[in-house]
């Protein structure tokens, strides 16, 4: 006897387009070499599919995954960088292109974590100071882990790295980059996730008719380093809201901030207890997790409020 199983409907594996946007055109092709499972291509799918084909994207070393990316027929610019000069290679491109009248054109830095939290951070942040026209991505796996998932300062307060002694895990909180660029006082800032599709393409397609520095910063579960099996991606990235630890929401010009998902309030133990990075954390470590989790949340709340 043979059983057909009924067709799962945006089950945690499901990486199916939101409705809004699936008759908009693709933009990326296989291959796409990511681990199973890593978000990486979804951010830049649908990132291209909410900001369509005048765009160059600039990558810096990392996990990649952004494929071949491709408008009718023609591939989409893209183009290598350093870590360190990833946003002034922006600025220059971005400064070409207006030199040539072309104000249509986005310029695109998709970097990782390393990049922008750490070993690039001098020169973003040098280029929102001036308000550069760029619109950021950045793909948050809190780690290093394109080689060998060492610690990053994106990574959180008591998870294990490749670069914690065995037996150790992380003392220090996790850098809150969304308030440092915030304080640069950029015309947009967000944050997202791949588990609120619909929330992030429309945060691209906001940041798209903004001039100057954007930044939107997608958390990015990452199977092979934190240690989650693949099919969990996007049930990870959806209990990382809910959980109220990585609350979604937006700045415009460093003041106006604005939720844009009232989150569940789910205990912060079903986050933690999925991920194998987390197992030294003791039940009393996750309270306290939870407390800091909840003042940055009624921070942010207050925020919102005035
Ligand atoms: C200046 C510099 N330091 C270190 C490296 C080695 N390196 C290559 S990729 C990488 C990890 C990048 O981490 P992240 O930016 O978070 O991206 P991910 O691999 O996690 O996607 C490192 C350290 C390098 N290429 N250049």
New binding site residues.
């Given amino acids: 006897m043979t059983t057909t199983k009924a067709p799962l409907k945006y089950s945690k594996t499901s990486i199916e387009v939101p409705l809004k946007y699936s008759n908009t055109p693709e933009y990326m092709f296989p291959p796409i070499q990511t681990c199973p499972g890593c978000p990486y291509g979804l951010i830049y799918r649908y990132f291209l599919k909410a900001i369509g084909p005048k765009v160059i994207v600039n990558g ?4 990649g995954g952004s494929g071949r990316l491709m408008a009718d027929g023609k591939p989409i610019d893209q183009m290598g960088s ?3 000069n990833s946003a002034s290679f922006a600025t220059g491109v971005s400064l070409a292109l207006a030199a040539r009248g072309d104000t249509e054109t986005v310029v695109a830095p998709i ?5 922008a939290f750490d ?1 690039g951070m001098g020169s973003f942040s040098a280029a929102a100071e001036r308000n550069d026209n760029m619109l950021v991505v950045v ?1 948050d ?1 809190e ?5 060998g998932g ?1 610690r ?1 300062s994106a990574a959180p307060w008591m998870s294990t790295n490749a670069t914690n002694p065995s037996g150790f895990s992380k003392v220090e909180f996790k850098k809150d980059i969304d308030s440092i660029m915030a304080a640069h006082r950029i015309p947009y800032l967000a944050t997202a996730t791949v588990g609120f599709a619909d929330d992030y393409m429309r945060k691209v397609r906001k940041a798209k008719n903004i001039n100057g520095f954007r930044l939107i910063h997608v958390l990015s579960p990452c199977p092979t380093g934190w240690g989650f099996p693949s099919e969990m991606t996007l049930a990870l990235s959806r209990l990382a809201v809910e959980t109220k630890l990585f609350p979604l929401y937006e700045v415009e010009n460093g003041v106006k901030y604005t939720i844009t998902h009232e989150p569940k309030g789910l205990p912060l133990s079903e986050y933690l207890n999925k991920q194998r990075r987390f197992r030294n954390i003791s039940p009393e470590d996750i309270e306290k997790f939870e407390r800091a989790v909840e003042d940055r949340w009624q921070r942010i709340q207050f925020l919102a409020s005035y």
């Fill in positions: 810096v070393p990392g996990c350093l870590f360190g970097v990782g974590d390393g990049a070993i793909k796996n780690g290093y882990q394109n080689t060492q990053s």
